[in-house]
């Protein structure tokens, strides 16, 4: 038989956790009654071990996962409130916890086993008192509660972006704003960084190496919660998802390309029908004055609406980074006067006299070929 069952429980409360600043902590809430009195002890660079007065233990590691054996669910609450006040990057809005029962094997039970590791329905039987044997177990426990922080975010992301491929499904097309899908891949780029990086989630951690005598106890938790497997399926989910906002990100370039070729294609248009206006018996400079001081004000004021509204707009990189930071009213203003005095020009050409305002028939060329010149190269650098 075995012992009356205590409870096991791993939670993750942040990003990181600063070992020695967590040992001074619960060294003052202990003094002051607040968590029960211990003795603190470094099991290498990423872990560390508690040992309460009455034997039960408390484990910290520096991925931001704690494991506490025999608290009760009443000190388990202070312990989080604890950890989250001193914690770097403490998760929000809730921590992530994981709970199984565990007890020490009678001698009994301990010489039918013959060392073999016992996990049954999140109960845990531990074969010797030894710290060690707990750490090996606390490891695999706190690395899966880690793991559950990234399938959370995943799970997110996954939720934010079902509807993509339903409306690619129904519509054939969907509307997203880059600045948007920017976010969402990097958030994506983030996750699968940190699980890269932080090797204590991907591989068997250095502390178990050296004490390979409950290597087994590790390796046992770690395959019962199906840590492996579940790393493969976050990875897949990650690769998945990545894909489709790549997906994406190439139809806006797409799209983007295509508006170039409209602007173009308008720009060319444009010229005609001003060379054909210019050579046409109703075509005079007053005339002209009106056409051109009414497109240039109604452009500008259309081009300040979108970039107010933060709209569908897709301009190019450079202009982007010549407006983004800069106050476009000014400009705005500048080319409506510019626009209202052509079309004073022409309203009232023989009492107002702006020799330089006046459009003559060369005029459209000399205006559309320096910026037909410029939008191929332009979309030469977008893409």
């Known amino acids: 038989e075995s012992l009356e069952p205590l409870q096991l429980s791993a939670l993750c409360l942040a990003e990181e956790l600063d070992l020695e600043r967590i040992e001074s902590v ?35 590691f520096t991925f931001g996962s704690i494991v506490c054996w025999g608290l009760d669910t009443m000190e388990l609450r ?47 039987s531990l074969l010797t008192n030894s710290v060690d044997e707990a750490l090996a177990y606390s490891y695999a426990f706190a690395q899966s509660v880690k793991l559950q922080v990234f399938e959370d975010i995943v799970d997110d992301a996954i939720e934010k972006a079902r509807p993509i491929p339903e409306a690619l499904a129904q519509y054939g097309q969907v509307e997203m ?8 891949m990097g958030e994506l780029f983030v996750t699968k960084c940190s699980m890269t990086l932080q090797s204590d989630i991907l591989d068997t951690p250095e502390i178990i190496w050296d004490n390979d005598e409950f290597d087994d106890r590790y390796n046992a938790l770690r395959k019962y919660l199906e840590i492996g497997k579940r790393l493969d399926i976050l990875d897949q989910r990650l690769t998945v998802l990545n894909d489709l906002y790549s997906f994406l990100r190439e139809q806006l370039e797409v799209k983007q390309a295509n508006k170039l070729e409209v602007i173009v294609i308008i720009l060319i248009v444009v010229e005609i029908l001003l060379e ?29 609406g979108e970039i107010n509204t933060n709209a569908s707009l897709r301009l190019p990189k450079r202009m982007q980074r010549f407006l983004k930071g800069r106050q ?56």
Request: hydrophobic share 45%; proline share 5%; with cysteine.
């Open 26 to 60: 619960w060294e003052d809430a202990a003094s002051n009654g607040v968590v029960p009195s211990g003795v603190a002890r470094r099991l290498g660079a990423d872990a560390c071990v508690l040992e309460l007065e009455d034997g039960r233990l408390c484990f910290f």
């Open 177 to 184: 704003d880059e600045q948007v899908l920017n976010k969402q």
């Open 276 to 304: 054909l206006f210019a050579m046409s018996p109703w075509y005079n400079p007053r005339r002209a004055n009106i056409c051109a001081g009414l497109l240039l004000s109604v452009g500008a004021v259309w081009l300040q």
């Open 328 to 383: 476009t009213r000014p400009l705005t203003f500048l080319a409506v006067g510019v626009g209202f005095i052509w079309f004073v020009r022409g309203l009232f050409a023989s009492r107002v006299k702006l020799a330089f305002c006046d459009i003559t028939p060369g005029c459209a060329q000399r205006i559309t070929l320096p910026i037909r010149a410029a939008i191929p190269r332009l979309a030469a650098q977008e893409l």
């Open 78 to 124: 202070r312990v989080r409130r604890l950890i989250r006040r001193n914690a770097q990057d403490p998760l929000e809005p809730e921590s992530v916890q994981d709970d199984m029962v565990f007890s020490l094997a009678s001698k009994v039970a301990e010489d039918m086993m013959q060392r073999e590791v016992l996990i049954h329905n999140d109960h845990v």
